[in-house]
Antibody, heavy 120, light 107 residues
C-alpha cells in the first residue's frame, strides 16, 4: 500500500523557518518525481514545488522561489521542504504528492497534509 | 505562467443530474490536464489524467474531454458521494497551476 506521511508543521513567527518532511512507503521512491502542494485555509490548491527522481530537475512557484528549498533522500525514502523567511500568506496545509508515472506528472498519491501557521 | 479558469465556481445539482464543469487554460497545454476531487478536510483525489484518462478505481460516471485550451469534466449521473469541490490542473509547463475550483453542492 502506498503511503505518504507529512510531518514538521506547526506555528512559526513571521520571518522564521520550518522544515517539512514526507516519509513514503509502498513504492520505489527513487523512481518518481515528487511534489509539494499547499492549500490556505478556505482557499484552493496551489502547486509549490517539484523535484525529479534523482534531484536533477527542481521547480518552484514564483511565490516561494528563493525562500523554499525542496530536496529528497532516496536512501531514506523521504522528501523535504525547507521553508525560510516565512510570511503570513504561507499559512496553509502542505501536502506531498507523487507523480502518477514517470511520464505523467498528475498527482496520484497524496499525504494527509501538515498544517503550517505563520503568525506572531 | 499559464492561468487556469473554471466555470461555474459553484454548481447546485440533484442526485441523478448530469453535471459539466469547464476548465480553460490561458495558452495551449495539449492534453496535460488533470481533474481532482476534494472533500472537506481531505487530500485531493485524482479522477482524470491527461484530459480524458480515467484513473483506476474511479467510477465510470466521471469522464473528461478536451485538448488545447478548453476542457470539461462530466459526471453523467450525480451520486451522493460526488458532492465535493473539483479542481483542474495543468501539468504541461512549470509552474504547474490549478484552477480555482468548482464546488458541487446539493440543490
Amino acid at each position: 500500500e502506498v503511503q505518504l506521511v507529512e510531518s514538521g508543521g506547526g506555528l512559526v513567527k513571521p520571518g522564521g523557518s520550518l522544515r517539512l518532511s514526507c516519509a513514503v512507503s509502498g513504492f520505489t521512491f527513487s523512481s518518481y518525481s515528487m511534489n509539494w502542494v499547499r492549500q490556505a485555509p478556505g482557499k484552493g490548491l496551489e502547486w509549490v514545488s517539484s523535484i525529479s527522481s534523482r534531484s536533477s530537475y527542481i521547480y518552484y512557484a514564483d511565490s516561494v522561489k528563493g525562500r523554499f528549498t525542496i530536496s529528497r533522500d532516496n536512501a531514506k525514502n523521504s522528501l523535504f521542504l525547507q521553508m525560510s523567511s516565512l510570511r503570513a500568506e504561507d499559512t496553509a496545509v502542505y501536502y506531498c504528492a507523487r507523480d502518477r508515472y514517470y511520464y505523467d506528472s498528475s498527482a496520484l498519491y497524496w499525504g494527509q497534509g501538515t498544517l503550517v501557521t505563520v503568525s506572531s | 505562467d499559464i492561468q487556469m479558469t473554471q466555470s461555474p465556481s459553484t454548481l447546485s445539482a440533484s442526485v441523478g443530474d448530469r453535471v459539466t464543469i469547464t476548465c480553460r487554460a490561458s495558452q495551449s497545454i495539449s492534453s496535460w490536464l488533470a481533474w481532482y476531487q476534494q472533500k472537506p478536510g481531505k487530500a485531493p483525489k485524482l479522477l482524470i489524467y491527461k484530459a480524458s484518462g480515467l484513473e483506476s478505481g474511479v467510477p465510470s460516471r466521471f469522464s473528461g474531454s478536451g485538448s488545447g485550451t478548453e476542457f470539461t469534466l462530466t459526471i453523467s449521473s450525480l451520486q451522493p458521494d460526488d458532492f465535493a469541490t473539483y479542481y483542474c490542473q495543468q501539468y504541461n509547463t512549470y509552474p504547474f497551476t490549478f484552477g480555482p475550483g468548482t464546488k458541487v453542492d446539493i440543490k
